[in-house]
């Protein structure tokens, strides 16, 4: 019975820590770099995306690249990804495709929360990204084309393969929350809500509750700054 007990306890272990429960005012600590510490967010999305949006909170005081927000499916390791390059620059992957945009000018150069979302849209292609509510110049990819529904998302890691293949210079050190994921485009007016903290309620993937897996150092932490 010990042995069985021990047994049970590696594979538990192994499997990370499950959970779905509301955490509202509440966030991910993701502590070091590392290669085996993601959070894996669980959605069964019920037909193909042809439009989303994307919507977070981070801070970090990380220089150099590192990812938010990774969807993996069999068609593409970046179905879509949310990437900052460099301190000024955040990408969106769609498709394996990417645009960056450009952010010095609305950032400051000390550590503080930052309020990204992305937009994308299959009829047109047009990509839209906004940080802390301020729009950049819209782009354009990947006209045309169907996002997976079978999908591994995941926070704070890269995947270069379907829920795997981290990288630890790809790896995100730092605090994340308010994650939330539409199957649909949202309005400037919907962008000023969720910074509010009133997002609209026909989310894919909801902040309140979430289910999801924490795997090595990630810690679920009170959030504590009121600089957001």
Known sequence: MAILHALLAILVGSLGTLASQGLERKIFIFPEASNTAPAVLRTALQQPLTSFTVCLRSYTDLNRAYSLFSYTSGKSDNEFTIFKPKPDQYSLFVGGSIVTFSVVDYLNSKPHWENICMSWESATGIVQGWVNSQGMPRKGMKQGYTISSDASIILGQQQNSF?????????????????????????????????NRKPPSDYLIDWQPLNYEINDYVVVKPLFSSNM
């Not at 939330?180 to 910074?195: A, C, K, N, P």
């Open 163 to 195: 829920g795997d293949g981290f990288d630890i210079n790809q790896s995100f050190v730092g605090e994340i929350t308010d994650v939330y994921l539409w199957g649909r485009v949202l309005s400037q007016e919907e962008m000023d809500l969720f910074r």
